[in-house]
T-cell receptor, first 114, second 114 residues
């Protein structure tokens, strides 16, 4: 089954404790991205990757890192999480970056930073 | 600049009523794509429709229909004979052909009461 898998689905942690949210897709997609969802703001792109070892900032990259060492994986790293990073996070993948390629979303990861 | 506006923050209807969710977008590109996603209480994003800028035909899928009007930069979504299971947050999104991201509106929360 074609899917985008995020882990963990839920996490409560404390300020400053490094965490990684994993994202894996099994569709051999080149393009992957991370979004965060906040009330009243919809989803905003954090980072995206056009292929292995090719990443770039989205609209809200501050406080986040990503890596793309393998095509299927695109982890989101919070080196020193802060309470303003409490949010619902989505990973997405598609064949290409253009809008005519449907994006497949993971089920979301709800992070609470205390 | 690209922008998506969903002016209706929350809508409450009684089951079997028809309801229209509004979406207004801004873009300078001539080639772009518009989307609707549903987010049920469980939190995942469910893809509903994708429309490109060259196809202004309205679309109907069961109880769902979409009205795309380039003249008013709108892509409205109508649910006919609403059901309780339609209760969710609905997002409209835009992707320009030259872009690497989806721009989401802030979402409309729909509550369908029995």
């Amino acid at each position: 089954e074609a899917q985008v898998t995020q882990n963990p689905r839920y996490l409560i942690t404390v300020t400053g404790k490094k965490l990684t949210v994993t994202c894996s897709q099994n569709m051999n997609h080149e393009y992957m991205s991370w979004y965060r969802q906040d009330p009243g703001l919809g989803l905003r792109q954090i980072y995206y990757s056009m292929n292995v070892e090719v990443t770039d900032k989205g609209d809200v990259p501050e406080g986040y890192k990503v890596s793309r060492k393998e095509k299927r994986n695109f982890p989101l790293i919070l080196e020193s999480p802060s309470p303003n990073q409490t949010s619902l996070y989505f990973c997405a993948s598609s064949l290409g970056p253009q809008g005519n390629q449907p994006q497949h979303f993971g089920d979301g990861t709800r992070l609470s930073i205390l | 600049a690209q922008k998506v506006t969903q002016a209706q923050t929350e809508i409450s209807v009684v089951e079997k009523e028809d309801v229209t969710l509004d979406c207004v977008y801004e873009t300078r590109d001539t080639t772009y794509y518009l989307f609707w996603y549903k987010q049920p209480p469980s939190g995942e994003l469910v893809f509903l429709i994708r429309r490109n800028s060259f196809d202004e035909q309205n679309e109907i899928s069961g109880r769902y229909s979409w009205n795309f009007q380039k003249s008013t930069s709108s892509f409205n979504f109508t649910i006919t004979a609403s059901q309780v299971v339609d209760s969710a947050v609905y997002f409209c999104a835009l992707s320009e052909d030259s872009s690497y991201k989806l721009i989401f509106g802030s979402g409309t929360r729909l509550l369908v009461r029995p």
